[in-house]
Structures are given as structure tokens and as C-alpha cells.
């Protein structure tokens, strides 16, 4: 049985080609993938939804949340609705930088992990401010990765997901 069976993993900023193929490939090795989004533009809607029904095809859950990552309140209050929805999060794979964009993510999607003493952020790397987010969540029981190619993410999520006790 896969590390990932059974968890939720949100998946930010799925526009990218990268991204789809990122949340279907988790969604076969067992993940329950929600979907973020960051406008709430009519073509980002399709593409997330699309992605989500190719995960559906796997028998997994999830949801498609469009964030405003300058709004951390609302990101809060998304993040919220979420876990009540459907599980709480067990890991997060961060959007591509503007740094701060990563960082409100991490931050929020961290805090509620922490919270229960377990959980799992991977960063894009190599990435500014990495270190200090490990220092940050390390001693809450949140492991923070980094990795820089698409195709090594499932692995990574997958090894470090391993370690922890849920």
C-alpha cells in the first residue's frame, strides 16, 4: 500500500501542465487531490475541474478552490471549508513562486497540519526562505521538502509522507 493512500494533498496552482499531471499522478497512487487555482477565470475553473475528473476516474475525492493568495484570511476560510468537506490536509504541493504567493500557502496549510502534529509542504526548488519554513514547522511535526524537477514530486511527497506518524 502506497504512503499516499488515504491522504489528502492539495495541489496549487494546476494551471500548469505540470500541475495536472502532478494531481493525477497522486491520484493513482491513492490521494484523496483538491486543486487550487488562483483567479477565478472561466477557462483556470475548466481546466481545474477537468483535472479533478481524471482524478474522479481513480475513485478519489476532491475539490477545486480558487485562492486569492493576498487574501490569508480568505485562504484560511477556503482551507476551512476543505477539510470540513472532504479530510484534513496532509500535505501541500506549493504553487511555482512569487515567493510570498508559496510562503501564504505554506504558512496556512502548515499551521493546520502543526495542529495535529503531522503533515507534509513541498516547495519548488531550490527556493529563497526554504530553511527558514523547515526551522519554522520542523519541531511541529511538519516535514518541508524541496524539490526542483515536476516528475520527482510524487516520490518525494510519497518518502517523506512515510516518516510520519498519522
Not at 501541500?92 to 515567493?99: D, M, N, R
Amino acid at each position: 500500500m502506497s504512503a499516499l493512500e488515504g491522504r489528502h494533498v492539495l495541489v496549487a496552482g494546476v494551471r500548469e501542465p505540470d500541475g495536472r499531471a502532478l494531481a493525477v499522478a497522486l491520484a493513482e497512487a491513492g490521494a484523496a487531490v483538491s486543486v487550487t487555482t488562483r483567479t477565478a477565470e472561466l477557462a483556470e475553473e475548466v481546466i481545474a475541474n477537468s483535472i479533478l475528473n481524471e482524478c474522479w476516474t481513480f475513485g478519489r475525492e476532491g475539490r477545486a478552490l480558487t485562492l486569492d493568495l493576498t487574501e490569508p484570511a480568505a485562504v484560511a476560510d477556503a482551507l476551512d471549508n476543505l477539510e470540513a468537506d472532504i479530510a484534513p490536509l496532509d500535505a501541500v504541493v506549493t504553487p511555482l513562486p512569487p515567493a510570498n504567493a508559496v510562503e501564504v500557502l505554506a504558512s496556512a496549510t502548515a499551521e493546520r497540519m502543526a495542529a495535529r502534529g503531522s503533515g507534509v509542504v513541498v516547495l519548488p526548488g531550490p527556493l529563497e526562505g526554504a530553511e527558514a519554513l523547515r526551522a519554522e514547522w520542523g519541531d511541529r511535526g511538519v516535514v518541508v521538502v524541496s524539490t526542483g524537477a515536476p516528475e520527482d514530486i510524487v516520490a518525494t511527497l510519497t518518502e517523506a509522507l512515510a516518516t510520519q506518524r498519522f
